[in-house]
DNA sequence: CCCTGATTCGC
DNA sequence: GCGAATCAGG
């Protein structure tokens, strides 16, 4: 039986495919199963892919052909200098506090149903989809055009900030007399 | 933080 | 030939 990660002629068939399609090297990798994104850029330079169709689903590097400088991989240098350590600085920027949001009950709108805006930043697939991105459904979810919110969410939460309020809401009594409550 | 492709080199 | 590791950039 043929390994799941071999180059079989379907599979690079597909590879060419998805890769003109503009899919990126993650996400044919993710297709095709049991291959890295790194197999994928391999198999797809080796074959003298390159440059594809631009404006791609995920164009990232819309720059093409590299100019190539980086030695890449320094065997004699395992990483003791600045060169492998420099990406882990990050400077602490003025963090957004979590919204308090004491207490805002002023529904007096009824809103028939939702007129809510959904800042919509950037769609994303299952495919896509980050255990650190929202989770918000959009669509539905038997079409393939189905798709989730995608934006940021805070750690512990499954929508952004935006959604996360619209999941988390009131008990449900939006605008009917909350002044009973059950203890 | 995450992502992208490019490159090198040991296997 | 293959792909992990690494690099470099967004």
């Known amino acids: 039986m043929n390994e799941a990660g071999a180059w079989t002629d379907e599979r690079v ?8 399609d503009g899919l990126s090297a993650s996400q044919i990798a993710a297709e095709l199963g049991n291959v890295t994104r790194n197999a994928v850029i391999g198999k797809v330079h080796r074959l003298g892919l390159s440059g594809r169709a631009k404006s791609a689903a995920a164009p990232a590097t819309p720059r093409n052909a590299a100019p190539r400088k980086a030695p890449a991989r320094a065997p004699s240098h395992p990483m003791n200098n600045a060169a492998g350590a420099t990406r882990g600085t990050h400077a602490l920027a003025p963090h957004f506090a979590t919204q308090p949001e004491a207490d ?14 959904i800042p919509f930043s950037e769609r994303v697939t299952i495919m896509e989809l980050r255990e650190y991105m929202c989770r918000w459904p959009m669509g539905d979810p038997t079409t393939p055009e189905f798709r989730f919110c995608g934006a940021r969410s805070q750690t512990g939460m499954p929508y952004c900030s935006h959604h996360a309020r619209i999941a988390y809401q009131p008990a449900a009594d939006r605008r009917r007399d909350r002044s009973k409550v059950r203890a």
């Open 13 to 20: 068939e597909l590879l060419k495919k998805l890769w003109s």
């Open 104 to 117: 805002i009950e002023a529904e007096q709108a009824p809103r028939p149903s939702e007129d809510v805006v």
